[in-house]
């Protein structure tokens, strides 16, 4: 039988809405292939595990649980350590459910790289890539990919001349625009701003959470995701649509209120829900992605362009969340859907085992 550590909570902003999805996760794994070991993360960084290691960071009571570390040296490949009895529990996969910095950015990514072990989702460069705002729309420009005009902005810059930023903002971007801090998701930070008196206010929220901001063209756009699975060879679901209940599709909207409600599949005619999943797929490919992803596009109402938004290596990954419905919709229930990630994360270790990492000193190459 499999043992998988199922990683969730984590130093980050989404910390409950990753413990939620986790629970979901472990539910829905069947546990005849696999022995689940849940490993919680603090928000100062410690790690826990234990049989109500869930409820224990529901409630935020870690007293009985028990602390643990991943081993990173190679040669232990998967071991985690309990530091009470010196105890070691082996791991043959990590399935990382964390939303947001310090588990969808690379970093947890490079700890597993570290400790050769196999893991669920992309890695350390599509992850860290597909994270930060900026550089998401910085690739997929290269690309050739549409996404809509934005500039950045430094947390110093603004600090020192705010009215310089807020001039080039209204002249460059016009309003409405939206401003987001460059690396966090949920919608944590972001503010929708219609008029030059509402961006300080916006920007100071947006840069407590992040050295750099993303302020990008609002537009008049349905919403519409698209589930990706695949590690080289992608596959695209049916895509979904997000019908926004507010402004737009904030915190309060996705976990509290939730006054927007979702369509699966979308009400799109066949051209353009090619054109998405192709669009998608092509995004997915640009950052280096593997595994899944959730990737965001608008669709222009006025226009019909179709832009990406936003691509989401872990996405929410409740039974109720989109990732999952837009796949069962395509006839991909949540329990198989587990399944493939976990060979696709095995598929992907296998192949990259193959990389050679010294140089072979007899070859042509070399003496030439």
């Avoid at 082996?90 to 310090?102: A, S, T």
């Avoid at 950052?287 to 936003?310: K, M, P, Q, S, W």
């Amino acid at each position: 039988m499999m043992r998988v550590g199922v990683v969730f909570g984590g130093k980050s902003g989404e910390h409950e809405v990753s413990i939620v999805s986790a629970g979901s996760v472990m539910n829905a794994m069947d546990k005849s292939k696999y022995e689940i070991i849940p490993i919680g993360i603090t928000k100062n960084g410690k790690w826990y595990t234990g049989d109500n290691v869930v409820q224990g960071f529901k409630d935020g009571n870690y007293e009985r649980l028990t602390p643990i570390t991943l081993h990173t040296d190679p040669g232990k490949r998967g071991y985690i350590e309990v530091e009470e009895g010196g105890k070691h529990v082996k791991l043959d996969l990590v399935f990382p459910v964390l939303h947001g910095p310090y588990g969808e950015d690379g970093t947890i990514q490079g700890l597993f790289e570290m400790a050769n072990i196999p893991y669920v989702g992309a890695g350390v460069l599509g992850s860290s890539l597909a994270m930060d705002k900026l550089m998401t729309k910085a690739v997929l420009t290269e690309a050739g990919i549409p996404n809509t005009p934005y500039i950045g902005v430094l947390r110093k810059d603004y600090e020192k001349d705010p009215d310089t930023v807020v001039r080039e903002i209204g002249e460059k971007i016009s309003f409405p625009c939206f401003v987001k801090p460059a690396n966090l998701g949920s919608s944590v930070g972001i503010s929708k701003v219609k008029g030059e008196g509402e961006l300080k206010p916006a920007l100071d929220e947006a840069f407590k959470y992040d050295r750099r901001v993303c302020v990008e063209k609002g537009l008049n756009a349905r919403e519409i995701e698209v589930s990706i699975l695949g590690n080289d060879e992608p596959e695209a679901s049916l895509p979904g649509e997000v019908i926004v209940g507010g402004e737009f599709y904030d915190y309060n909207d996705k976990y509290v209120d939730g006054k927007s409600t979702t369509q699966v599949p979308a009400d799109l005619p066949d051209d353009l829900l090619k054109k998405i999943q192709k669009l998608a797929i092509d995004a997915y490919r640009a950052v280096d992605c593997a595994g899944f992803a959730r990737v965001d596009c608008f669709v222009d109402r006025d226009t019909g362009e179709v832009y990406l938004n936003e691509i989401n290596t872990i996405p929410g990954f409740t039974s109720i969340s989109m990732y999952p419905k837009m796949w069962e919709a395509s006839g991909l229930s949540y329990p198989k859907l587990i399944d493939r990630l976990i060979e696709l994360a095995l598929e992907r270790y296998n192949d990259k085992q193959r990389n050679k990492i010294e140089a072979d000193l007899n070859s042509d190459w070399y003496k030439s």
